[in-house]
């Protein structure tokens, strides 16, 4: 089993920033990237970036410029910096553990792989 834990939303203007962290514990051995999601209210769950262990990281075009992401594998926890923050940035956002091969994340499936998220809300 792995347990991943989400701390760091919140409330911020439009413009602002803050720093998502993602701590990963248990059966983590098999995993080699870890990404961000969010989901919008009725909107699908997106990719928004990832990062492999050896420190490839990807970002959906929305995000590119303003956001990055990181990891401290002795710590096994992954960070979401984003800055300029934007009223449509507003969702809950997810870690998830998963795999990357051959220019590929492949998303971590069932409960276990996915942190409860939490809530980053933008205002205008």
């Known amino acids: 089993q792995v347990q991943l834990v989400e701390s760091g939303g919140g409330l911020v203007q439009a413009g602002g920033s803050l720093r998502l962290s993602c701590a990963a514990s248990?059966?983590?051995?098999?995993?080699?990237?870890m990404g961000w999601y969010r989901q919008a209210p009725g909107k699908q769950r997106e990719l928004v970036a990832y990062?492999?262990?050896?420190?490839?990281?990807n970002y959906t075009d929305s995000v590119k410029g303003r956001f990055t992401i990181s990891r401290d594998n002795a710590k096994n926890t992954v960070y979401l910096q984003m800055n300029s923050l934007k009223p449509e940035d507003t969702a809950v956002f997810y870690c998830?553990?998963?795999?990357?091969?051959?220019?590929?994340?492949?998303?971590?499936?069932?409960?276990?792989?996915w942190g409860r998220g939490t809530q980053v809300t933008v205002s205008s």
């Open positions: 248990g059966s983590i051995g098999s995993i080699n990237a």
């Open positions: 990062v492999t262990s050896d420190g490839t990281s």
């Open positions: 998830n553990a998963g795999l990357y091969y051959s220019g590929t994340y492949y998303p971590g499936i069932g409960d276990d792989y």
